[in-house]
């Protein structure tokens, strides 16, 4: 079975810096990747996603994510946060008969 | 249309009640999904519908039932809950039978709130 490790719970950082939240997956078939973002009191944004071809992808609000098969990785960068990037991160898994296994969440605090 | 609906946004109810989440989308997904998400958790998966038939049950309570009316409504219809399961309860949807090829979409969740 596929899993998910998100190596941070919180990460501070201050505004206009930039960030990168780390992923690692653990699967020993081909799977696909995604990271999500929860504002507070709401459902799941999908930021972006990998599920084959470029190993870099781009996604909403600025944010890019680079696709590692042999370091097993699917980190999450942004060049420079804004105070509106404060929220949980969830990277997730799945394959194509299974559904979405979440990470444990990392908490991005941008501070002004 | 890429929206996923739930209703209602909150819900305080007791043990001893009955009481349904709805969830609803129109663009032509096939498969629908119940999470659960405790504060400061990840979601987690309850079930899984793939063309309206029951796929995946991961071994939720018997007081928590889902129903799929047709292609585009999820119903979770609630008994006899207990405090812990006050929660965020989170739909979603994707497309095609396999959940797994393409993303999911999420609603804004219910609040429940077992009393």
């Known amino acids: 079975a596929q899993s998910v490790t998100q190596l941070d719970s919180q990460v501070p950082v201050f505004e206009e810096a930039p960030v990168e939240l780390r992923c690692n997956y653990s699967s020993s078939v081909s799977v696909y990747l995604f990271w999500y973002v ?3 009191n709401q459902g799941l944004q999908l930021l972006l996603k990998y599920l084959s071809g470029s ?13 590692n098969k042999s370091q097993t990785s ?39 | 249309d ?8 909150h819900l305080v109810m007791g043990m001893t009640n009955k009481k349904s989440l709805k969830c609803e989308q ?5 498969a629908m999904y119940w999470y659960k998400q405790k ?3 990840p979601p987690e998966l309850m079930f899984v519908y ?18 799929c009316p047709n292609s585009s409504l999820l119903n979770l219809h609630l008994h006899a809950l207990q405090p812990e ?6 739909c979603a949807s994707s497309q095609g039978g396999p959940p797994g090829a393409t993303e999911a979409f999420f609603g804004q969740g219910t609040r429940l709130t077992v009393v």
Not at chain 1, 91 to 108: D, I, M, N, Q, Y
Not at chain 2, 2 to 9: G, H, I
Request: with cysteine.
């Open chain 1, 38 to 40: 929860q504002y507070p």
């Open chain 1, 55 to 67: 190993t870099l992808v781009k996604g909403i609000n600025g944010f890019e994510a680079e696709f």
């Open chain 1, 74 to 112: 699917f980190h999450l960068r942004k060049p420079s946060v804004h105070i509106s990037d404060t929220a949980e991160y969830f990277c997730a898994v799945s394959r194509s008969s299974t559904p979405l296994v979440f990470g444990k969440g990392t908490r991005l605090s941008v501070i002004a």
């Open chain 2, 2 to 9: 890429t929206e996923v609906t739930q209703t209602p946004k």
């Open chain 2, 26 to 30: 129109h663009m032509g997904h096939r």
């Open chain 2, 39 to 41: 504060a400061k958790k």
């Open chain 2, 50 to 67: 793939s063309y309206e038939k029951l796929s995946i049950n991961e071994s939720v309570p018997s007081r928590f039932s889902p129903e």
């Open chain 2, 85 to 90: 399961d006050s929660a965020l309860y989170l």
